[in-house]
């Protein structure tokens, strides 16, 4: 496998704090299993492995040098969920519910530049105490936007506060919790940000390989969550999961802030053209006949660029405030109309019954996806004959619905788990307003 050429830059995001996931050497306790997989007859190697295709790598690409862990150098196994490593990370002190916390590899599927099985990396979480006779439920939470360069992997910073909350309450309630970086976040390549179905195969196959990493003590019984970008990557790995993971068995999908569009529902929303799209487009966003993003940016967008490829998110929108880009037209050299013509709708979803129960969280107040266009997404979700919940919650901002849904989410899960009957409410679903007041002093409630 290639391997990219990027050094590790003078970004603050990436040093691991002290309270993060550190880089640790493989101990003897990890679990190597690339050479053993090989070793068997069964498992043929992918071709693709030796021939990277179109995907890109190296600096541009995001690609840093983190640890010898996210690098593999020998051929991949040629099926997809497999678990070529695992290692202990350094806890941190939002998750005190985990008796164990493991940085994962697994293999991948790449849809995106078709470049056959490639590495992923991701954090698995087990609850304090003996698993139940079953084995923990899992779920198979999607993070939101952290950036596009591999020192944004959560699985090498560690979680932020509201992020490693989340997953302790999950935990807390007796779910084993597996957190896919997505493909390139850490691992070679570009990030294809919110290309859901490159997310959404990521996601199920890091639930392929928590249950490969602990077969005894995780149940196949899953539920998919993800919160705004992350979002889109469940509702999509709910989608994918019939055909890509039959095996696995889905019961659920939880999303908040939610992104996915749907052009053939009945609800139309514009294109979103809002100034974190720019990452999409520097990590394979762009068609591949057009010209890449670098011939396509204005001076201000340069930096915006060799900023993204380096640093993490929170830089990169303090560079875009300190440049003044408020949308994406100042951050580039060229037209709307000709904007319309490179991009690909990595959002976009066709119509279709996805076959699991949905839970969907809006904040009242999200400024970011407004209520309007979460209701355009429900209302497609509706109209394909999902079975959707939708709960709406008065002064919370994107950020803020992710825990006030928490208590709602989590009573889903257990009825679903229980096989009791949930309740969809498409038949009393309303157009909201524009997005309301931030109710002040809530936890986790600054956006």
């Known amino acids: 496998m290639n391997q990219p050429d990027g050094k590790k830059k003078g970004d603050s995001c990436a040093h691991p704090p002290a309270t993060s996931a550190a880089s640790q050497p493989p101990a003897g306790s990890s679990r190597q299993v690339i050479m053993s997989v090989l070793a068997f007859a069964f498992m043929a190697v992918s071709s693709a492995a030796l021939a990277l295709g179109r995907r890109p790598v190296g600096p541009a690409a995001g690609d840093m040098e983190l640890s010898p862990f996210y690098r593999v150098t020998n051929l991949l196994p040629d099926a997809p969920g497999v678990l070529l490593r695992e290692e202990t990370m350094r806890g941190q002190p939002e998750i005190d519910a985990a008796s164990e916390s493991r940085r994962i590899l697994y293999t991948s599927t790449d849809v995106r530049w078709q470049s056959g099985q490639i590495p992923v990396s991701g954090t698995l979480y087990l ?17 939101g936007t952290l950036g596009i360069a591999d020192a944004c992997a959560p699985s090498w910073t560690g979680f932020r506060p509201r992020d490693a909350t989340y997953i302790n309450r999950w ?40 249950l490969a990493a602990r077969p005894a003590q995780i149940s196949n019984r899953v539920f998919i969550s993800g919160q ?12 994918l999961a019939r055909e890509y993971a039959p095996e696995l068995k889905v019961l659920g999908a939880v999303a908040t802030g939610l992104v996915s569009t749907f052009p053939g529902g009945p609800v139309s929303v514009p294109v979103r053209n809002s100034s974190n799209m720019f990452l999409s487009f520097a990590a394979g966003g762009l068609r591949d006949d057009g010209p890449p993003i670098d011939d396509i940016v204005s001076d201000k967008g340069r930096q915006l660029l060799d900023t993204a490829r380096i640093a993490c998110t929170g830089e990169v929108m303090k560079l875009a405030r300190k440049l003044r880009i408020g949308d ?26 996805i076959g699991v129960p949905l839970f969907v969280g809006t904040g009242l107040a999200d400024a970011t996806i407004t209520p309007v266009r979460q209701y355009a997404a429900v209302s497609a979700l509706c109209a394909s004959g999902n079975s959707v919940v939708w709960n709406r919650y008065e002064g919370r901002g994107h950020d803020g619905a992710l825990h006030e849904s928490f208590d709602d989410s989590i009573a889903f899960a257990r009825a679903v788990l229980e096989k009791k009957e949930v309740s969809s409410n498409c038949s009393t679903i309303a157009q909201p307003g524009p997005p309301g007041a931030r109710q002040e002093g809530l936890l986790f409630n600054e956006d």
């Open 171 to 210: 935990l807390k309630a007796g779910f084993a919790v597996v957190v896919t970086d997505y493909q390139g976040l850490g691992g070679p390549g570009p990030h294809p940000y919110l290309n859901w179905q490159v997310e959404g195969r990521s996601v199920l196959d890091s639930v392929r390989a928590a």
């Open 228 to 239: 705004s970008q992350g979002s889109g990557s469940a509702v999509g790995a709910a989608r």
């Open 127 to 143: 609850p304090v105490g003996k698993a139940p006779a079953k084995g923990w439920p899992l779920v198979a939470w999607a993070h």
């Open 328 to 353: 994406l037209s100042e951050a580039l050299s060229i037209s709307t109309e000709r904007l319309e013509e490179l991009r690909i709708l990595v959002t976009n979803m066709p119509m279709g019954n």
